[in-house]
Nanobody, 124 residues
Framework: QVQLVESGGGLVQAGGSLRLSCAAS????????MGWFRQAPGKEREFVAG????????YYADSVKGRFTISRDNAKNTVYLQMNSLKPEDTGVYYC?????????????????WGQGTQVTVSS
């Protein structure tokens, strides 16, 4: 099993920045791909960014390209999401997820393990 714990959410004004962290524990050797998702009230959970656990290749949703950066520190078993130039539409609960499938996955169904989520609220 893999356990994921997110932190770093909060309230920020539009144009501001936040950095989310996701600490992984347990069978981290089974992880191939890590993703960040978000879910706004009344909307489906959507892919935000992803990173391969070993190689570090990154992937982004079009809506966050150029503003968000995903990175990982394998020594700390931690994945980060640096969010800059935040917009009110970035508001939602942000979830960290881990997949053991050898593939780049941008849909929630492809992930085996999820964190509890952290709230991000961007005020206008």
């Amino acid at each position: 099993q893999v356990q994921l714990v997110e932190s770093g959410g909060g309230l920020v004004q539009a144009g501001g920045s936040l950095r989310l962290s996701c600490a992984a524990s347990g069978r981290t050797s089974s992880i191939y791909f890590m993703g960040w998702f978000r879910q706004a009230p009344g909307k489906e959970r959507e892919f935000v960014a992803g990173i391969s656990w070993s190689g570090g290749r990154t992937y982004y949703a079009d809506s966050v390209k150029g503003r968000f950066t995903i990175s990982r520190d394998n020594a700390k078993n931690t994945v980060y999401l640096q969010m800059n130039s935040l917009k009110p539409e970035d508001t939602g609960v942000y979830y960290c997820a881990a997949s053991t499938r050898v593939a780049v996955i941008t849909t929630p169904l492809g992930y085996d393990h999820w964190g509890q989520g952290t709230q991000v609220t961007v005020s206008s």
